[in-house]
């Protein structure tokens, strides 16, 4: 990588880092149902002091003030230095992935495969922490997200319409039989899905294609017994672990490397 592409890679981050913070706000106000998602200023969630700019930038702030409020020196929590590095590492790494450069960008070829990823990567951010710290899927982002990859279906790095809503159905149909199942004849078991993973769901067939979703949904099943096992192990069995955050992982691991897992599994069946 030359210099130039370096320090673009080094702006992409510090831009992520402002909208993790921005991500961070999204996802606390979702869960408080404070103000809207968007209006009023930002305070210290234990003093209610109201913050300044030098408390607000993301990362440095947190650094600075060794994760304490200035004003009552309460600890702030990891979760917001952990939501901000996580966005700009996700975009530096779905542009890296894809091939997205600067020149690529300033030709004009990448911008709407950027402009693709950038949203997708924020949304799927909130999405994720918003279900792994609270277990709550909100429609004021899934539906959102579910438009975006939609509206990018027109573009060729995307499925073919066919694929996409056919990608969408399997896991709607998976996972609605499943929550039908568990509603009404093995109602002592409770949702071990829940109504918000159908729109995960649907979201990553848009984004992947039917053959690229069951990848992605046997990756997500993998994935989530192997953590599962392991946070019942450390809180004990009754312990509820999130299966949206597996469903997103599992749907970036698929879009890159779906063909490569395919193969390496084939190949431990003996298939290949
Ligand atoms: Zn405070």
């Not at 702030?76 to 790494?93: C, D, K, N, Q, R």
């Not at 056919?166 to 929550?179: E, H």
């Not at 994935?223 to 004990?236: A, E, N, P, T, Y």
């Amino acid at each position: 990588m030359d210099f130039a592409n370096l320090l673009f890679f080094i702006f992409l981050f510090g831009i992520g880092l402002f909208f993790g913070s921005f991500a961070n706000v999204v996802v606390l106000r979702l869960h408080s149902e404070q103000d809207g998602i968007l209006g009023g200023r930002s305070q210290c969630p234990k003093c209610k002091h109201l913050l300044g700019f030098w408390d607000l930038v993301p990362l440095f702030s947190w650094i600075f003030l060794r994760g304490k409020c200035r004003y009552c020196s309460d600890c702030i929590s990891w979760h917001y230095p952990l939501g901000e590095i996580t966005m700009g590492a996700l975009w530096v790494f779905l542009f890296f992935v894809s091939g997205i450069s600067l020149e690529s960008l300033l030709s004009g070829a990448d911008v709407a495969k950027a402009s693709y990823f950038l949203l997708l990567g924020f949304f799927s951010h909130i999405l994720f922490f918003s279900d792994l710290f609270s277990t709550e899927v909100h429609r004021v982002i899934s539906i959102p997200a579910i438009g975006i990859a939609l509206l990018f279906l027109i573009f060729p790095f995307t499925p073919s319409w066919k694929d996409a809503f056919l990608g969408a159905l399997i896991p709607t149909v998976f996972f609605g039989s499943q929550i039908l199942l568990s509603r009404f004849i093995f109602t002592s078991r409770g949702d071990w899905v829940g109504e918000g993973d159908i729109d995960f769901g649907i979201i990553m067939g848009l984004v992947l294609g039917w053959k690229g979703v069951i990848i992605a949904l046997f990756l997500a099943y993998f994935l989530g017994s192997c953590i599962g096992v392991f946070v019942m192990i450390q809180k004990g069995r009754g312990a509820q672990v999130p299966f949206g955050p597996f469903l997103l992982i599992s749907m970036f691991l698929a879009l890159f490397w779906g063909n490569t897992i395919i193969n390496w599994y084939l190949g431990l069946l003996g298939v290949a």
